[in-house]
């Protein structure tokens, strides 16, 4: 069976779509710096922490999809700022839990120029069926692309 040359328009548009996403992702983030102090995905990070305090980093990073060394400089960087503070585990000296500090609690107070904030308001109107169906299928086009081998 050959390969078309050209992607099929819907995957097409679906691609572009992607990658227009990405990049106003990638563009907010560093706006997000500028005005809010943090970027995107550490301000996510600090979210995650202010409804799930206590986490260990590995379950942080298993949640956000990203590894462990990918995490850890972001990890560093809020720690210094004195955002979030690591704590031994009382039950396992080896893990580290992770707390939202005050001054982290701040910081995600000022919503206005955030991602959450503008996706919120783009998808005010939508029914939260409606978004767990966008959100499921980006898991399998995420897992597609994780899980298929190169050739």
Known sequence: MPIPLKPAPDVFELMRAIWALDHALQSRSKAMARALGVTGPQRFVLRVLQRSPGLSAKDLAAYLHLHPSTLTGVL????????????????????????????????????????????????????????????????????????????
Not at 84 to 96: C, F, G, I, N, S
Not at 102 to 114: P, Y
Not at 124 to 151: I, N, Y
């Open 76 to 151: 560093q960087r809020l720690e210094d700022r004195g955002l979030l503070t690591r704590e031994k585990d009382q039950r396992d000296a080896r893990r580290q839990r992770l707390t939202l500090t005050a001054s982290g609690g701040k910081v995600l107070a000022r919503k206005a120029a955030s991602v959450e904030a503008v996706l919120r308001q783009a998808l005010g109107r939508e029914k939260r069926a409606e978004m767990s169906v966008v959100a499921e299928v980006l898991k399998r086009l995420t897992s597609a692309l994780e899980d298929t081998p190169l050739p």
